[in-house]
């Protein structure tokens, strides 16, 4: 009995683990939003960069 205990333990566990590896590897909106900001941001101190040389 404790055999097939864990076997369904291990089984629900790997596929746990597919089911998020495969779900995350996904961008969602907020993700795509997230680094349209993070290049703004970036663009934006360059050129602060530029003006205060």
């Known amino acids: ?5 864990c076997k ?3 089984l ?3 596929a ?3 089911v ?6 996904k961008k969602g909106e907020a993700e795509k939003a997230g ?3 993070d290049k703004t ?3 934006a101190k360059d050129k602060l ?3 205060t040389k």
């Open 35 to 37: 680094e349209k900001i």
């Open 41 to 43: 941001v970036s663009a």
């Open 1 to 5: 009995m404790k055999k097939g205990m």
């Open 12 to 14: 629900s566990a790997l």
């Open 8 to 10: 369904i333990i291990i």
């Open 20 to 25: 998020g590896s495969v779900g995350c590897s």
């Open 16 to 18: 746990l683990f597919v």
């Open 49 to 51: 960069k530029e003006l």
